[in-house]
Structure formats: structure tokens, C-alpha cells
């Protein structure tokens, strides 16, 4: 009798992402670019590392005195107090009080997946979770595949070309009483100050829990401060919420995908409730999260010469990207193409939508090579001085000769 | 109105390890030893490395062609391929055959967690699992709080004081059909030919799905080849199977938490769907997992040098244990503590049971400041020329002096 397999039932599984990526790398053109990285680029085409940290490696690697023991399930507790500190000032006084705190999670997912097994397990009559970013965003899956019920926008006003702060408020109306709102960059949508005070009063009164996403702290001002500073709000207006703060991003550290859940509570006894219950969650997701990646980070943020080495690097990475944006909207003036290009450098961050219509973005892949999103969303750091005549005469090309 | 936090109703979860370390921390007798590391320790009595690591950490580092990108949600291609090799064997027909195959894992319970994830969700007939190993495995709660009926059994056998394989076979007449066999280092056990053949036999007719845990290969003989012969026999036999490989310990790189989950199915087909849904799992859990670890074990498995120094320094740990074993079974011997201790040598590997009484056990932590855990299974290499004679002293007057 031939042996029944056990993975008989199990159909190939659907891919979810990689496809652009890998009809460009089957592309024998010789100009085609891909605009589509997740990482920052630096000005040579590679992936971006900040100055300060190839240093540190070979320090760590050369220090006798580090221990390789496991780490704890919760992680390097001075990996997550600097991160803490980073996230919300050193002197603050919800950390003063210690009902700040958070867990060393793993990957770009990990952050998502421990503070959703979370909610699953202890805000039972409430399972609705919306996901406001500027883009669709991986963790939406996350949540899906734990039974929540998912909605998703994205700030992105495409008719208006802008960062829309009135979807937000659009999708607060619609929301019920306490569901989970996930939100990503929200110092992007440059809120007024009447707009914050709107936005956490209905946020407040429909009892919602908000789950911040902080991919890449320091990217959309190039001031760390600055880009957190909603945080802030929060906290003075006594919201409890998560937060997921990704490390890697920002110190170019991608391959060791490090970062933390936040956990905002009302008081300190309320905090190490909530964090023991992540802690079980976390020692049966990884039991003993991997150190280098945070080794390097907190050599980093302790020391206070290397941290400003670290902020006047990113600094650079932020000057640069907006030197490539008014490069790329002069040069589209100079051309002569149709539309306003303002709205490429009134959007901040790496990340930035073209404005471009389907076909247009349609055209430049397939007739210029170019491999752009099908959102038209684009990481403007793929574009550097090599390249960026080519793309933006495809660009031209692409609103002269395509419907808009 | 005073706000409700949101975490009120949720409570202090219970600790469920780390109290007795606690207790040792706290103790302020100067004489007191903790016998229950999860690590391996060096004689100095810190935390084994082996000698290649630290030059390759030194080389990693100081490397300007490494590409510090994310890494894919599979993992690193080359460090999953070396480390079947390393498990299976070079010329493995069935790594020739395409039908073996792992993703990276993160942590000690990375591959579990995905591995049970996997199982509830494609094995939904029979969410039974039955662990069998040298001792409470911290993956039964893996299981346990995914839905899963667990049963958990020890190969102690603490009155005739040995691994007894006849617990396996007991434990495998009352196993339902189609259940969930997660086995821990099975080649302790020392099974013979026909024991061999006939576990098999049940187990095939049962329709049992093995999860093999291999937690340190080559800490059990010293030869990499022997600890998991058993893996052969199962291949041979057609079965399919899921298998944990860490490689944290045997490199001594326990900071970074690094492993794969095997997954051998009848053919390259199959394998790809089990791998395509695995993959799906991976990216929720964790999307890009760190790479340092990888990087160093694939550094050194993939140069034959290194592989030998390697393989020099795993002996060396092996030659230790059995020596310490040897010294603490002779001292008992000279001091004419009643009893067989030859159940000491008897067993492998860095973790074995004194076998003594709860009495006993107790009496060396209370009495004399050595801390045991309750099973009595101690970690040998935290026995060293400074406090061997203590230790044997003590548990010979634990042994006169408490109740057996």
C-alpha cells in the first residue's frame, strides 16, 4: 500500500508579495530601475547603514566582557528603556511614573503579532480593527488571520494628490465604540492643532484603543522629537494605547529586524498586568528574542557622542531626500509636464506617491522599465543622480503619451 | 469623569520559570551553586562559545561586501541548506530528491510556534499531541494555548533510574490514531534494532506525525553523525515529518536564538505546498527574521576548516561531560554514599538526572545552597573543579541524612 502523504490536503500557498521585485530582476533591459524597495537607498544605489554603526559592530564582536547567555523572553531591558527614551524623551514624566513600558519583539511583524494576540485574548467584545496608513500595510493580515474583523484606508487622497487628514475623520464617524484603530506616520498628516483636539476627544469618547505604527523615527523631519511628537498629545490627554517602534529602519540595520511593543497604562500596576500577559505571549513566540541587533542600537543611544553621530545621519538621509524631490519636481517644471508636481515634496518620509493614474504608472513599467508600485507609491531614495534623468523623462513621456 | 483603563480586568500573569534563580540570586551564602543553566558552561564556569565563533563575529563584522538588507521570510537560503546538511548529511538522497526542506526560525520556540500554527490549521482532524522527552518541555504550552490536547511524558524512569524506552511504546498504545508526536532527543533513549523497527511499525499503522526536537546535535556523543542517526531510519521508512534544529547551543550563540524547522515530505511537490503555507505563517510571525546567527553558523559550515575546528571544539564539551560524570560517580564510590550512581554515566549529554529523591533534592537547596529543580535533572557543566567536592559531599549527606 503506497504511503497517504501527509500534506496531501495542503494547496501551494498564494504569493503575497516579491512579484514586482522578480519580474524586474527577469528584465534583461539594461535601464530598468526599481523603485519599489523597502529600504532607504543611499546616493550609490545600496542599502543605507548609518555611519555610526559598522563601528559598533566590530566593537561588539571585539568586546571579551559580553555575555552570550539567552536573552530574557521580554528582551534587553537597556535596549528598552533607550528605546523608550528615544520614543518619548528622557525626562518624561509617564516614564518618570513607570507606566511606560515595552518588549523587545522580533522581525518587522513581531511587534504587530504579540499586541494582537493581546487584543484577542483581552478586549474579547471588541474585534474591529481599522488600519489608517499611507499605504496598504502587511499587518492588516496579521490581524485578518486572528479572526479580526479589518478595515482598511490609506491617508492618500488621490483625487485631492494629498495627504488627507479628513479620511481619518471620515473613518473615526464610521468606526463603533471601542475598536482598535492602527494607525501609521500620523505626524504626516500635519494635523492643525483644532484637528488634534477633535480627533483624540472622538477617539476618547468612542473609547478607542490606538495601536501606533513608528517604522522609521527620525525619517519623515529628520528630527526624532519632531516625529513623535503626537505621542505626546496622547499621553497628556491619558490614552492607553501600543505603540510598535521598528529599530532597524532607521540605524540600517534591516537584517536583524529589531524593535518594540509599546505599552502605554493609566499607572504602574495597570502596566505590569498588561506586560506579563505579553510576556507569556512572547516565550511562545520566540522564548529568547536574538541580541545583535539590539547590542547595536543601545551602544548606540547610550553613549551621547555616538547618538549625535547617529542623529546627524539621519539628518543627511532626510536633506538628501528632499533634495531628491525638488530635483525631480524642478526638473518635471523645466520639461514642461502637465499638473502641479507640489505635491512630491509636501509629502515627507522615503516613501512618496508619484500622483501618477494607473496608466500612467502602467507606462513606465512596462514601456520604460521603470518598476513603480500599482499604488504609485515610490521610495524615493532609488533615485540618484545616475538615474534620475532617465525616470523623470519617463515620467514626462509617460503624462504626455497615457491617460490620466 | 475619571477614565477606565482598558487594561482593568486584565491580571498578573503567574511566572512560570525563573523563580528558583531568583532564589539562588537572592541567597547571600557565599558556598551556593546553581545547577540548572539552560546553558552549557565552560570550566571557568561562564557560558560555553565555541573557540571558531569569536574570530568568525570578528570577520562578519569587519566585512564591507555583506548586504545588511531584510532578510526574506524563509530566511537565509544558505544557512537553511547547510544546516539540513548538517542534519541529514551531505548526500542525503532525500535533500538530492528536493523533498527536505526548512524555513529559519526564531528563538528556541520559533520553530513550535510554526510548527504548531502549521498542524492546527492543515491537521484539523486530530489536534492531539503527546510530548515525550527527558523532561517538561516548554513547547507543551505551545500547543496547549493553541487549542491543541496535550500529553506530556518523561523517559525517566525514576525507580529503576534510567532513560526507558519502554515508556515510548507505552505511550504509544494508548495514542490515537493520526495524533502528534513531538519527541525530544530520542537517540538518548538507545533503542535497539528490533525496538527500532518495531516503534516504526506502530507508529506508521497509527498514522503518527513526528516533530522531532534536536536541541543541540553533537552534545549527546560528540559525533554530530550519531546523535541524529535516528533521522535516517525515519527517512528510510517513507515517513513524513516536522523537526525543531536548533543551533543556538551547539555553537554557544544562545543570544541569538537561532534555528530551522524541518519539514520532510514524500516529494518535491508536496514539500513546496507545506513550505508555501509554513511561509505564510512566518511572515505573520515575524516577516524578516535576524540573520547574525545564521551568518556565523553558515560561516563556519561552509568551510571545511572551520567545520573541523568546530566539530573539535563539540567533542572537547562531550570528553568533559563524560569526565566530570566519571569524577562525581567516583567520589561518591570513595565516599561509600549508598546506592548505584552509575546511572550518571549512563546517561548523555550536559542535562541529567542525579536521580534522587524530592527529599534529597530539597535537602541540597535548603541545606547546603545548592540549587536543584524539582525533576532532579541538573546540567553537569556546571560542575567544575572549584565546587565538586562540595557538591558530592553534599549529596552524599543528602542521601544519609534526608529520606529516600
Redesign the interface.
Known amino acids: 500500500m503506497p504511503?497517504l502523504?501527509?500534506?496531501?490536503?495542503?494547496?501551494?500557498?498564494q504569493k503575497?508579495e516579491g512579484s514586482l521585485l522578480k519580474i524586474y530582476k527577469q528584465d534583461d533591459y539594461p535601464d530598468k530601475f526599481f523603485l519599489a524597495y523597502?529600504?532607504c537607498m543611499n546616493k550609490e544605489g545600496?542599502?543605507w547603514?548609518s555611519s555610526v554603526v559598522?563601528k559598533i559592530?566590530?566593537q561588539?564582536?571585539?568586546d571579551p566582557s559580553l555575555?552570550?547567555?539567552?536573552?530574557p523572553a521580554m528582551g534587553m531591558k537597556t535596549f528598552i528603556q533607550a528605546s523608550l527614551e528615544l520614543l518619548f524623551g528622557k525626562s518624561n514624566q509617564a516614564i518618570a511614573q513607570n507606566r511606560i513600558g515595552g518588549l523587545h519583539t522580533?522581525?518587522?511583524?513581531?511587534a504587530f503579532?504579540l499586541g494582537a494576540q493581546f487584543l484577542k485574548t483581552?478586549?474579547q467584545n471588541s474585534q474591529i480593527v481599522y488600519i489608517i496608513s499611507a499605504q496598504k500595510e502587511?499587518h492588516g493580515?496579521?490581524f485578518q488571520?486572528m479572526g479580526f474583523v479589518v478595515h482598511e484606508y490609506s491617508f492618500w487622497n488621490s483625487s485631492k494628490l494629498c495627504i488627507d487628514p479628513h479620511i481619518i475623520f471620515d473613518v473615526l464617524e464610521q468606526a463603533p465604540q471601542g475598536c482598535v484603530f492602527v494607525i501609521g506616520n500620523l505626524s504626516n498628516c500635519k494635523l492643525t492643532h483644532n484637528q488634534w483636539v477633535k480627533l483624540m476627544s472622538i477617539m476618547?469618547n468612542k473609547q478607542i484603543?490606538p495601536f501606533f505604527d513608528i517604522p522609521s523615527q527620525g525619517f519623515i523631519t529628520g528630527d526624532l522629537e519632531e516625529d513623535t511628537r503626537f505621542l505626546q498629545y496622547f499621553l497628556c490627554c491619558?490614552f492607553?494605547f501600543f505603540c510598535s517602534q521598528s529599530l532597524?529602519r532607521n540605524f540600517?540595520?534591516?537584517?536583524?529586524?529589531?524593535g518594540i511593543l509599546v505599552v502605554v497604562?493609566?499607572?504602574n500596576e495597570?502596566?505590569?498586568?498588561?506586560l506579563?500577559?505579553l510576556?507569556?505571549f512572547a516565550?511562545?513566540?520566540?522564548?529568547?528574542?536574538?541580541?545583535?541587533?539590539a547590542r547595536i542600537i543601545t551602544t548606540i543611544l547610550r553613549n551621547p557622542t555616538l547618538q549625535e553621530q547617529w542623529k546627524l545621519s539621519l539628518k543627511r538621509v532626510v536633506e538628501n531626500i528632499m533634495l531628491i524631490k525638488e530635483k525631480v519636481k524642478e526638473k518635471l517644471r523645466l520639461l514642461g509636464t502637465p499638473g502641479s508636481w507640489e505635491h512630491i515634496t509636501d509629502q515627507n518620509g522615503t516613501h512618496c506617491y508619484l500622483g501618477l493614474s494607473p496608466q500612467q504608472l502602467e507606462y513606465l513599467v512596462t514601456k520604460k522599465h521603470i518598476y513603480v508600485p500599482k499604488s504609485g507609491r515610490i521610495n524615493f531614495t532609488c533615485i540618484n543622480t545616475n538615474n534620475i534623468d532617465y525616470i523623470v523623462n519617463s515620467i514626462n513621456e509617460a503624462v504626455l503619451f497615457s491617460g490620466s
Open positions: 504511503t502523504s501527509v500534506f496531501k490536503d495542503v494547496p501551494l500557498a503575497i523597502k529600504v545600496h542599502p547603514v559598522p559592530r566590530m561588539i564582536s571585539r555575555n552570550y547567555e539567552y536573552s522580533v522581525g518587522d511583524s513581531g503579532q483581552w478586549r502587511f493580515l496579521i488571520d476618547k484603543f491619558e492607553e532597524s540600517g540595520i534591516y537584517d536583524e529586524g529589531v497604562a493609566l499607572n495597570l502596566l505590569l498586568c498588561a506579563s500577559q510576556l507569556t516565550r511562545s513566540l520566540w522564548l529568547n528574542p536574538p541580541t545583535m541587533g
